[in-house]
């Protein structure tokens, strides 16, 4: 009689080995056919058609005003960028604190930006204001804006 002991088939390894194989070969296939399909639709250029920013003078994302006392201007310069195939006017309305402070049309070229200056000058009371920057594709101003841009101010006392 045999002993208690059971000794494997050589071919029991193999056909796991091979299954595991054509498994992994299988997966590794479609993670580079998945990879490769979304790298063919994702869409070339930026992300979005149009841009919205706060930038200095040379079109850096600084510069813009975070402290000011009451009466005291500030300066900032509202970038819009327009990354679609045709021109496009926009509206763009800029509040302070909940006051308007400026608003108007603009066109932008297709594939082009405009830079225009906006004084920000807070009327008081002192304390933390907001500065929002509302942009709507075309002419209307109603419901939600297409996109928007805020930088916090905090606001002092004149020394005056």
């Given at each position: 009689?045999?002993?208690?002991?059971?000794?494997?088939?050589?071919?029991?390894?193999?056909?796991?080995?091979?299954?595991?194989?054509?498994?992994?070969?299988?997966?590794?296939?479609?993670?580079?056919?998945?990879?490769?399909?979304?790298?063919?639709?994702?869409?070339?250029g930026p992300d979005r058609p149009t841009e919205l920013a706060l930038?200095?003078?040379?079109?850096?994302?600084?510069?813009?005003?975070?402290?000011?006392?009451?009466?005291?201007?500030?300066?900032?310069?509202?970038?819009?960028?327009?990354?679609?195939?045709?021109?496009?006017?926009?509206?763009?309305?800029?509040?302070?604190?909940?006051?308007?402070?400026?608003?108007?049309?603009?066109?932008?070229?297709?594939?082009?930006?405009?830079?225009?200056?906006?004084?920000?000058?807070?009327?008081g009371p002192p304390g933390r204001q907001r500065f929002l920057v509302?942009?709507?594709?075309?002419?209307?101003?109603?419901?939600?804006?297409?996109?928007?841009?805020?930088?916090?101010?905090?606001?002092?006392?004149?020394?005056?």
């Open positions: 009689m045999a002993s208690g002991t059971l000794q494997a088939s050589p071919w029991m390894a193999t056909d796991r080995t091979h299954v595991e194989a054509v498994l992994l070969a299988t997966s590794l296939f479609l993670l580079l056919a998945t990879a490769s399909a979304i790298a063919l639709v994702q869409p070339v930038v200095d003078d040379q079109g850096t994302a600084a510069g813009y005003p975070t402290e000011l006392a009451v009466g005291e201007e500030g300066r900032t310069v509202v970038q819009i960028t327009n990354n679609v195939d045709e021109s496009r006017r926009y509206t763009v309305v800029t509040t302070l604190d909940g006051r308007t402070v400026s608003s108007g049309t603009v066109t932008v070229d297709a594939g082009s930006q405009r830079r225009f200056p906006v004084s920000i000058t807070p009327e509302r942009l709507w594709t075309g002419d209307e101003t109603t419901g939600q804006p297409d996109l928007s841009v805020r930088i916090w101010v905090n606001v002092t006392e004149s020394s005056d």
